[in-house]
């Protein structure tokens, strides 16, 4: 049977705060406003030993299983949050009998070991407190790629995940993406970013949102036709867009959505290119061999090739990255969600993730739901509970 709520609040609070002393956390922060309607007394957040914050929410009518919840990319300087993203969720866990439990990770940017490892002990907590009980990993974007390495990891305390949005078919040509999106920037909008696309000078990044992004969306405005050159560049471009008819769906008529697309795309520049290479110990970029196309004539091309920045990988950062790519090996049942118009994380991982998981030959079918719409990580409440309705034994 079930422990009464007053028991589970005493173990939760013990397990998560206590057990954290020696890392010397901050304070735990309250439950997010918008799960506290949700959340039965015995519900607590606390510090995980890595120092990630942490949450276990109990619904009032508990069906005595838990969906954990792996959140999607931070930037590196903003402060560690519980709930950053998905709130569909936490909700649409809560209000159909589960409990949920959630980490900040024990820091933002590129945090997909560290989630990975600040999960685990996210379930150690919840079986101290709890016992064994099931658990669903469900995760969105940066967080769908934590999710698939959980469920390809031996031995998984899950019995199964749902990853959504996430960067799970080839994880360096993700990045490349960024990169091939950020050169192809600078080429046609020239000196509008200072520095680098490899190095992000810390004024850009301090003054990103006051400064750069207001003279970026008026340099786009003032060019519609070069902006839509430069977006079918990275269409025609990037190795990661290939596999897939159509990568990803801008309006052609709309010059605002062509807009967020782009600053979309910049913010992973911004504010993730220096913390990757401090992650990955060297510049992961590497577009000396790329031929970018799509300018709409050859001559165009060849001017394009002739002058656009080229970078080389450094050998260190292309050894660090080996650790964040999937092998296909799954060990549980894992279901996949993704919009096939997005933008940020391209659909395209989706048909180079099933191409890993059947060469894998696992023993687990892999439902991928494609969900015909454009943006990142842009599903109804309907689209994410039918997925997790997928993993309930």
């Known amino acids: 049977m079930v422990r009464t709520l007053r028991q589970?609040?005493?173990?939760l609070t013990f397990v998560l705060i206590a057990g954290s002393l020696d890392a010397a956390p901050a304070s735990p922060p309250p439950i997010p406003s918008e799960l506290a309607p949700y959340c039965a007394p015995g519900s607590t957040t606390g510090v995980l030993p890595s120092g990630a914050l942490s949450l276990i929410c109990i619904p009032y009518v508990w069906n005595g299983g838990v969906v954990v919840y792996a959140h999607?990319?931070?930037n590196f300087n903003e402060?560690?949050?519980?709930?950053?993203?998905g709130a569909d969720i936490p909700t649409l866990a809560l209000s159909t009998g589960f409990a949920f439990a959630t980490t900040s990770y024990r820091k933002n940017g590129l945090a997909?070991?560290?989630g990975v490892d600040d999960i685990h002990e996210l379930v150690t907590a919840l079986s101290l407190a709890l016992g064994p009980v099931p658990a669903i990993i469900a995760g969105a974007s940066e967080g769908g790629l934590v999710t698939t390495l959980?469920?390809?990891s031996s031995p998984t305390p899950f019995i199964g995940g749902l990853a959504a949005c996430g960067p799970i078919g080839n994880f360096r040509q993700q990045l490349d993406y960024f990169g091939d999106f950020r050169v192809i920037f600078d080429y046609y909008f020239p000196h509008l970013i200072p520095g680098e696309p490899v190095h992000i000078p810390p004024a850009v990044i301090r003054d990103w949102s006051t400064t750069y992004v207001p003279a970026i969306v008026a340099a786009l405005a003032a060019n519609p036709t070069r902006t839509r050159e430069m977006l079918n560049v990275l269409s025609s471009s990037s190795e990661l867009l290939q596999f897939v008819p159509n990568p990803f769906l801008v309006d052609p008529v709309d010059p605002a959505d062509r807009i967020r697309t782009t600053l979309r795309l910049l913010r992973y520049s911004i504010f993730g290119t220096n913390d990757a290479f401090a992650q990955l110990g060297g510049n992961p970029l590497d577009n000396k061999d790329r031929v970018y196309t799509g300018t709409g004539s050859p001559q165009g091309d060849a001017e394009l090739n002739r002058h656009i920045h080229r970078f080389h990988a450094q050998k260190s950062a292309l050894a660090a990255l080996q650790a964040y790519?999937?092998?296909g090996a799954l060990k549980i049942p894992l279901v996949t969600l993704h919009t096939t118009g997005d933008d940020v994380i391209p659909f395209a991982h989706e048909p180079l993730?099933?191409?890993k998981e059947a060469a894998a030959g696992g023993p687990f079918p892999l439902p991928q739901i494609p969900v015909n719409r454009p943006g990142h990580c842009s599903f109804t409440p309907t689209e994410l509970l039918g997925a997790l309705s997928l993993l309930v034994p």
């Open 8 to 11: 589970l609040f005493a173990v």
């Open 150 to 152: 959980l469920a390809e």
């Open 112 to 114: 997909i070991l560290e």
């Open 72 to 74: 999607g990319y931070v």
């Open 325 to 327: 790519e999937t092998s």
């Open 79 to 85: 402060p560690l949050q519980l709930l950053p993203d």
């Open 353 to 355: 993730y099933g191409i």
